[in-house]
Structures are given as structure tokens and as C-alpha cells.
């Protein structure tokens, strides 16, 4: 799929910048939180130069810049319950996600 590793290196560095948070919130005072403070910030610009970056289109920009604004942990669940299901409703999601990236109009129903 077109984007889908830029997508999930996004994805990535916002879900390890939110763990350097997590870290110094819970130990606000340690030489720890001084460095993952510094990582979470190198994160930020990371992620900063990925969406100003000149020579991206403006709507690849865009694009990310509301993949930034996600949930970052939205996608790793996902993951983990689609390893839940079985193959065939792994087969079953996979035509309703292809139906929904092409726009079609989709109805669920309660059995």
C-alpha cells in the first residue's frame, strides 16, 4: 500500500515520544526524565520536519499532519485484535477495509 510505511514510521516515533512522556511523568525528578525529555523532543522534530518538508506535496503533508493528530495507540490495537480473529474473519475484515479505502458505503448489521 502506497504511504503505509511513512504512515507507520509516524505512527511509530508518536508512540515512542509518547512513552518518554509516560516515563517522566512517573519519575519526574530522575537523570532518567532529563534524557527521555531530550528524546522526546528530538521526536517533535522529527516529526515537525516530516510535515514541513518542502519537497513533499501539499496534500502528503496534510496527510500526515492528521495522522500526527491520531490516536498513535489506535493502530497497534487494531493489530492486536485483528490477531484475535479468525483467518476467514481476517478475510471477512479485509474485503470491508478494502470497500472502505474505495469509499463505498458500507452497512452493519447485528446478527
Known amino acids: ?6 504512515i507507520s514510521m509516524i505512527h511509530h516515533l508518536r508512540m515512542a515520544k509518547e512513552y518518554c512522556e509516560d ?5 519526574p525528578d530522575s537523570r532518567g526524565a532529563v534524557k527521555f525529555l531530550e528524546y522526546s523532543r528530538r521526536f517533535n522534530w522529527i516529526l515537525n520536519d516530516i ?6 506535496r501539499e ?3 496534510e496527510g500526515m499532519k492528521k495522522e500526527m493528530e491520531s490516536d498513535p495507540f489506535s493502530y497497534q490495537s487494531l493489530v492486536e485484535k485483528l490477531a484475535l480473529l479468525s483467518p476467514q ?3 471477512d ?12 458505503t458500507i452497512k452493519v448489521e447485528k446478527l
Open 59 to 61: 496534500e502528503v503533508r
Open 51 to 56: 510535515i514541513t518538508y518542502p519537497h513533499f
Open 93 to 104: 475484515l479485509e474485503d470491508v477495509v478494502e470497500m472502505l479505502l474505495n469509499n463505498e
Open 89 to 91: 474473519q481476517r478475510i
Open 1 to 6: 500500500m502506497r504511504g503505509s510505511s511513512a
Open 23 to 27: 516515563f517522566i511523568r512517573q519519575h
